[in-house]
């Protein structure tokens, strides 16, 4: 399985931004995917989930983030809207399909002051 993660960019403070994760198989067949980010010097941390068509999100991002899949597309879209600074950070895409965790290459989300 293969995730090719896109749509990252810089915005300012306030601004919106929609990642876009492609998937190399059919996203009918995975049933856990999300996205997760770095900021440097920090742990990954997850930032929503869609798994069993429910979706979830930590207290940081709820509210702000919402996480859907695009059936048509094979790809799960993450779309991101009051950014805020302490958003910055490198955001991945994740899939995990028979038991197995496959992460996107990641893109730079950079939010300006």
């Known amino acids: 399985v293969q995730l090719q993660a896109s749509g990252g960019g810089l915005v300012q403070a306030g601004g919106s931004l929609r990642l876009s994760c492609a998937a190399s198989i059919s996203i009918s067949s995975i049933n856990d995917m999300g996205w997760y980010r770095q900021a440097a010097g920090k742990q990954r941390e997850l930032v929503a989930i869609t798994s069993g068509g429910v979706t979830n999100y930590p207290d940081s991002v709820k509210g702000r983030f919402s996480i859907s899949r695009d059936y048509a597309k094979d790809a799960v879209v993450l779309q991101m809207i009051s950014l805020k600074p302490e958003d910055t950070a490198v955001y991945y895409c994740?899939?995990?399909?028979?038991?197995?965790?496959?992460w996107g290459q990641g893109t730079q989300v950079t939010v300006s002051s």
């Open positions: 994740w899939g995990r399909y028979y038991y197995r965790d496959y």
